[in-house]
């Protein structure tokens, strides 16, 4: 079986930066995803993490440390189009397997 | 960009009824998979489809589900007599091969209503 655990609800100020913290624990790990999901619509893809250590892609940055069954995502610059879910997904095989979503709203 | 396309946006049906919901998937990519998401809850996977049969599927995923790629471009989900608690969103999913970063592509979803 698997569980991933995120916050659920992360308000910050536009300008700032926020981590939100995902934890782990699988039966399987070939990866570990980092996708947004605004109401209504398809999870898009933002980062990918298979060994350990940081990924970064503009503002967004993702860690991976697998012997803690650690991750978080790393939002810098905050923008109002950035409020949304944010959804932590581990690659078993090769399935996704995801968490509740964290719900990020940036405030002016 | 090439994306993923699903047909109906929303899909209205009485409970018993049989559904299909399609999808075409980015033209070269080689995996698909249906995932579903109830209202409020999580994203949930149902099933996974390789060189045209089922490589994986969920428990979710029974015998009221099938999946089909009935030719070079579109892929199936039929449930066959839908229960109230298969309203959801049905996102279907592609991705290109064996390659990094393994991404999965979602399509913008079929919503789902059983009455």
């Known amino acids: 079986g698997q569980n991933i655990d995120q916050p659920t609800e992360m308000t910050a100020t536009e300008g700032a930066i926020v981590q939100i913290n995902c934890t782990y624990q699988?039966?399987?790990?070939?990866?570990l995803f980092w996708y947004q999901q605004h109401a209504g619509e398809a999870p898009t893809f933002l980062s990918y993490?298979?060994?350990?250590g940081l990924e970064e892609k503009g503002r967004f940055s993702s860690f991976l440390s697998r012997s803690k069954g650690y991750s978080y995502l790393l939002l810098k610059e905050l923008q109002m189009k950035d409020s949304a879910s944010y959804l932590c997904?581990?690659?078993?095989?090769?399935?996704?397997?995801f968490g509740a979503g964290t719900t990020v709203t940036v405030r002016a | 960009e090439p994306e993923v396309t699903q047909t109906p946006s929303h899909q209205v049906t009485q409970m018993g009824q049989e559904v299909i919901l399609r999808c075409v998937p980015i033209s070269n990519h080689l995996y698909f998979y249906w995932y579903r998401q109830i209202l409020g809850q999580k994203v949930e996977f149902l099933v996974s489809?390789?060189?045209?049969?089922?490589?994986?599927k969920s428990e979710i995923f029974d015998d009221q589900f099938s999946v089909e790629r009935p030719d070079g471009s579109n892929f199936t989900l039929k449930i066959r007599s839908t229960k109230l608690e298969d309203s959801a969103m049905y996102f279907c999913?592609?991705?290109?091969?064996?390659?990094?970063?393994?991404?999965?592509?979602f399509g913008p979803g079929t919503r789902l209503t059983v009455t």
């Open positions: 997904a581990v690659r078993e095989r090769d399935k996704l397997s």
């Open positions: 699988t039966s399987g790990f070939n990866g």
């Open positions: 993490n298979v060994l350990d």
């Open positions: 999913a592609s991705r290109p091969g064996t390659s990094d970063p393994y991404e999965q592509y």
């Open positions: 489809f390789y060189n045209n049969e089922i490589s994986e």
